[in-house]
Structure formats: structure tokens, C-alpha cells
């Protein structure tokens, strides 16, 4: 897997997806028309991406009205390696060209450089950069207990003693005569 120390705009763009994706939550489907232009990314370029992502079942979709595309797993369980190492063998390479590199001091300093990437990569996942989810708010006894100031109970909500149509106006005046 080569890496070129440099990570790729497609790979970059798969990770804004997935991100973006996961903020939407497991349940939820997005479709690609609806993802293109959020993240300003052309259609043809998405498909792409969600095709290779799909591929590596970091997504999957489904067809229909409500369709689309969601995340597999829990964000918790995607790394941003697992992305990125989805787009690397999706290229043509494997862990085995790594470790297949001629062992010159130049190609030692690539590969220790590029196993810190990986690793690095490794120690985030989609979770960290996504919130799927509302903060849980603690429950109303605990505002009970420790707030000294009630809110008050709204108003019942005044509903007007009228009429709903001309036809109805005559019958509404002679009660209000009696």
C-alpha cells in the first residue's frame, strides 16, 4: 500500500462522506443527489467513492422511496485507516508491497514513516469526528432537585368561542341571545 505520504483528494473526500454519513446516524438514508452538494462533490465523483465504500461495507444502501445510503457499523468501529486502506486496495495495493519495498535507508524511512500514518489513523474513529446523536440531557427530576426556580405551567391555550362558517353565524347568535 503505498501511501506517498501524501493522502490522496478522493481519499479525503471518502472520509468527509462517511463522516458526513455517520452524522446522519445508522438509521437514516442519504441519497447521492442529496450528498452531492453538501459536501461539493460532483455526482460522478461520489458515486465512485460510495461504490468503493460500499464495497468495503463501510456502507451499504438500499433502493426505493426512503432509500439510500447509511453507515454498517457503529462509528465507533470505523477507523479513518479503514477508510483509507478501503481506497488503497481498491488502487491496486496490499500490505504485502509495504514490506516488499528494497530495504534501503530511504525506503526503511518511508515505510516507518508511513506505518506512524497508519497507525495514527488507526487511533481515530468515525465517532470522533461525527455526532449522530443528541447530548443526552439529564432527566426532569434532576432539574426538580437542583433548580430552586420552577418554570411555570403554560396557560391552557385559549381556543376563540366562534363560529366556523356564515352557515353556522345564525345558530351561534341565538344561543348567545338566550
Given at each position: 500500500?503505498?501511501?506517498?505520504?501524501?493522502?490522496?483528494?478522493?481519499?479525503?473526500?471518502?472520509?468527509?462522506?462517511?463522516?458526513?454519513?455517520?452524522?446522519?446516524?445508522?438509521?437514516?438514508?442519504?441519497?447521492?443527489?442529496?450528498?452531492?452538494?453538501?459536501?461539493?462533490?460532483s455526482t460522478s465523483t461520489l458515486e465512485n467513492i460510495l461504490k468503493t465504500l460500499k464495497a468495503s461495507r463501510l456502507i451499504d444502501s438500499s433502493k426505493g422511496p426512503g432509500g439510500g445510503f447509511k453507515i454498517c457499523r457503529h462509528p465507533t468501529t470505523i477507523s479513518i485507516w479503514d477508510i483509507v486502506a478501503a481506497f488503497s486496495v481498491a488502487d491496486g495495493g496490499d500490505d504485502a508491497e509495504i514490506r516488499s519495498v528494497k530495504r534501503t535507508q530511504l525506503a526503511s524511512y518511508e515505510l516507518?514513516?508511513?506505518?506512524?500514518?497508519?497507525?495514527t489513523l488507526r487511533s481515530f474513529s468515525l465517532a470522533d469526528f461525527s455526532y449522530p446523536e443528541e447530548p443526552e440531557l439529564p432527566d426532569a427530576a434532576f432539574y426538580s432537585s437542583s433548580n430552586p426556580f420552577r418554570l411555570m405551567s403554560p396557560e391552557p391555550s385559549i381556543i376563540p368561542n366562534a363560529p366556523n362558517s356564515v352557515f353556522e353565524l345564525a345558530a351561534f347568535l341565538n344561543v348567545k341571545k338566550t
Amino acid at each position: 500500500m503505498d501511501l506517498s505520504l501524501i493522502i490522496s483528494k478522493k481519499i479525503r473526500l471518502a472520509v468527509d462522506v462517511c463522516i458526513f454519513i455517520a452524522s446522519r446516524g445508522r438509521s437514516c438514508h442519504i441519497t447521492s443527489l442529496e450528498l452531492s452538494p453538501k459536501l461539493g462533490i460532483s455526482t460522478s465523483t461520489l458515486e465512485n467513492i460510495l461504490k468503493t465504500l460500499k464495497a468495503s461495507r463501510l456502507i451499504d444502501s438500499s433502493k426505493g422511496p426512503g432509500g439510500g445510503f447509511k453507515i454498517c457499523r457503529h462509528p465507533t468501529t470505523i477507523s479513518i485507516w479503514d477508510i483509507v486502506a478501503a481506497f488503497s486496495v481498491a488502487d491496486g495495493g496490499d500490505d504485502a508491497e509495504i514490506r516488499s519495498v528494497k530495504r534501503t535507508q530511504l525506503a526503511s524511512y518511508e515505510l516507518a514513516l508511513q506505518e506512524v500514518v497508519a497507525q495514527t489513523l488507526r487511533s481515530f474513529s468515525l465517532a470522533d469526528f461525527s455526532y449522530p446523536e443528541e447530548p443526552e440531557l439529564p432527566d426532569a427530576a434532576f432539574y426538580s432537585s437542583s433548580n430552586p426556580f420552577r418554570l411555570m405551567s403554560p396557560e391552557p391555550s385559549i381556543i376563540p368561542n366562534a363560529p366556523n362558517s356564515v352557515f353556522e353565524l345564525a345558530a351561534f347568535l341565538n344561543v348567545k341571545k338566550t
